[in-house]
């Protein structure tokens, strides 16, 4: 019975649940702002196409990896709504950050500023996160 | 006129030369995340290296040898084969995360995958090692090195609070959403990349492959005592551009490609090209001396010829080490290993193995056979306990901190 019982999948705290979320919202967030100040400098032509292209990558595999861990925690129960307002979040992040990407990597000066706007507003709700998490 | 030159060369080669893939990303992952809270670790470890450097270059201009060509004869195989495992291991850590951090480099200017330029980046590497003279590859990144500057320049650029960054150094403490026990996580790393053992290797041997004479001490004092402290302030550099741009951004700084971005917001382009280039010449300087540092260490201390003073073929299993560390070092980075991941363990592996490679510059710069005149003074030897006590304390910690803080996260 202890054995069995061992083998169980833990069922883990919700509070700790949540802490996790906001650790990786947070971390989120630094990739997001990472691409807010990319494109900012990109627009005032202060940075090279290709750095640019580069760290706007770079941050958006740090932003998947980031995303992948969490989403493949098990929540535990109770903590379905914080799971879900992350995922949302980050599922949003991701596709800001893949929009400025490509608005980068075709040098699409309009495209870049609708996705330093979005990305600004994402990079504001990944702030609030520790107070919106339920 | 000749001596003055030759003095400038070195002070000039030694700033440019003190920072590598270590420094360039730890200090900017530490500004970003505890502001200037620990350039006290940077000065300690600044006084640190310049103490070990000046006994190793010392023993060499006194001996004409290497001080880890002497380990083993001084110290027995036993503690020598301890040296050469933990400083050779811990250098050739370092010298995977040097090539990684120069394709790290080439892939900012190019944004063509880092992992495609690591074959390209180690072939000429190692054709570097191999036909170049001493001189022309200690003198040329060094003095390339010195675009690194930039990153100074461009703090003045930003125009930050000074009285607000002066506050940071002077609060040496975490700030509100960090821990002591991170803190104490970056300390040793810091401290680590200062102090990073392939400097005195490198620094030792170099001695040696120039032929330095008692007479070269007084020059050999100069490059250390002016050229790693100007280097250190290089380094605080790079954490203080992070610290104004993105430390109230919240953003932490995990890579490369990041590092560069302050000196793009305040010198534009052109500041950035010249920031690239100070990387590639930092990074690709401290791969061709922690390459050649593999080779000295392991040749030095089975005996065999070395360096690059020789004909190759009079220092042929010299050169297949470093051949060999090359092809292995590619492998290694092929796995699609992330750089800077490598260079974050592979600076607080560098503290764990500090006891090691420092304890016998120690004992050998205060033995007279070796020494005669030149042996350590009393300041040199108060100085140097002091910091061996520092460095095993870090070297103890070193390993419980990474496993409490899951790597620094």
């Known amino acids: 019975m202890l054995t069995v019982s061992g083998c169980a999948t833990p069922e883990g705290d919700p509070s700790l649940y949540r802490d996790e979320a906001v650790s990786t ?73 893949a929009a400025a990407r490509i608005a980068v990597r075709r040098d699409d000066r309009a495209a870049m500023r609708q996705a330093l706007v979005a990305v600004a507003g994402v990079a504001a709700r990944l702030d609030r996160a520790p107070e919106i998490l339920p | 006129m000749k001596k003055l030159f030759a003095v400038a060369l070195g002070i000039l080669t030694a700033i440019g030369g003190f920072v590598d893939i270590g420094d360039l990303v730890t200090n900017a992952l530490v500004g970003s995340r505890f502001g200037l809270s620990l350039a006290w670790v940077v000065a300690v470890g600044v006084i640190g290296i310049i103490v070990f450097a000046e006994m190793s270059g010392r023993v060499a201009a006194v001996s004409g040898r290497a001080t880890f060509d002497l380990v083993r004869e001084r110290l027995g195989p036993r503690i020598g084969l301890a040296n050469l495992l933990a400083s050779m ?47 022309v590859l200690e003198n040329a990144f060094g003095l390339v090195g010195l675009a690194l500057v930039v990153f100074a320049v461009a703090l003045w650029k930003l125009d930050p609070d000074w009285m607000d960054l002066w506050a940071q150094v002077t609060s040496p403490r975490p700030g509100a959403n960090e821990t002591w026990t991170s803190y104490s996580y970056y300390a040793v790393a810091l401290f680590g990349a200062a102090m990073t053992p392939y400097e005195v290797f490198f620094f030792s041997s170099g001695g040696v492959e120039e032929h330095w004479s008692e007479k070269d001490v007084g020059t050999m004092r100069l490059n250390v005592f002016l050229g790693f402290p100007l280097g250190g302030l290089l380094s605080l550099s790079i954490a203080a551009v992070t610290a104004v741009v993105f430390l109230p951004a919240g953003v932490q700084v ?21 920031a690239l280039l100070g990387f590639f010449a930092a990074t690709f300087g401290a791969a061709c001396e922690t390459g050649l540092s593999v080779g000295y260490s392991m040749a030095q201390f089975y005996g065999w010829s070395w360096g690059k003073f020789v004909a190759p073929r009079q220092a ?10 090359t092809v292995v070092a590619v492998a290694v980075l092929l796995t699609t290993v992330d750089p800077v991941a490598v260079t974050e363990y592979s600076v607080v592996f560098s503290a764990l193995a500090l006891p090691l490679t420092y304890l016998p510059i120690l004992v050998i710069a205060n033995d007279p056979d070796y020494m005669g005149e030149r042996v350590n003074g009393w300041f040199a030897n108060a100085l140097g306990s002091v910091y061996f006590v520092v460095i095993v304390v870090v070297s103890v910690a070193a390993i419980p901190l990474m496993v409490l803080t899951r790597g620094g996260q």
Not at chain 1, 56 to 82: I, K
């Open chain 2, 316 to 325: 042929a299993r010299f050169h297949a080490v470093v051949l060999l560390a």
């Open chain 2, 89 to 135: 291991g811990v250098t050739f850590l370092t010298f995977i995360a040097e090539i990684g951090g120069v394709a790290l480099a080439i892939e900012i200017a190019t944004s063509v995958d880092e992992v495609l330029w690591v074959p390209v980046v180690a072939a000429a590497l190692w054709i570097v090692l191999w036909r170049v003279r001493f001189a």
């Open chain 2, 254 to 274: 995990e890579s490369l490609s990041q590092v560069p971005l302050p000196v793009a917001i305040a010198l534009g382009k052109i500041g950035l090209a010249i």
């Open chain 1, 25 to 97: 919202l947070s971390a989120a967030e630094s990739s997001v702002v990472t691409v807010r100040i990319v494109l900012t400098t990109r627009l005032r032509d202060r940075t090279f196409g290709r750095a640019a292209d580069d760290a706007v990558t770079t941050a958006e595999t740090s932003l998947s990896s980031t995303a992948g861990t969490f989403e493949g925690l098990q929540p535990p129960r109770g903590a379905d709504a914080v799971r879900q307002q992350a995922t949302q979040l980050l599922s949003d992040a991701e596709d800001t950050v």
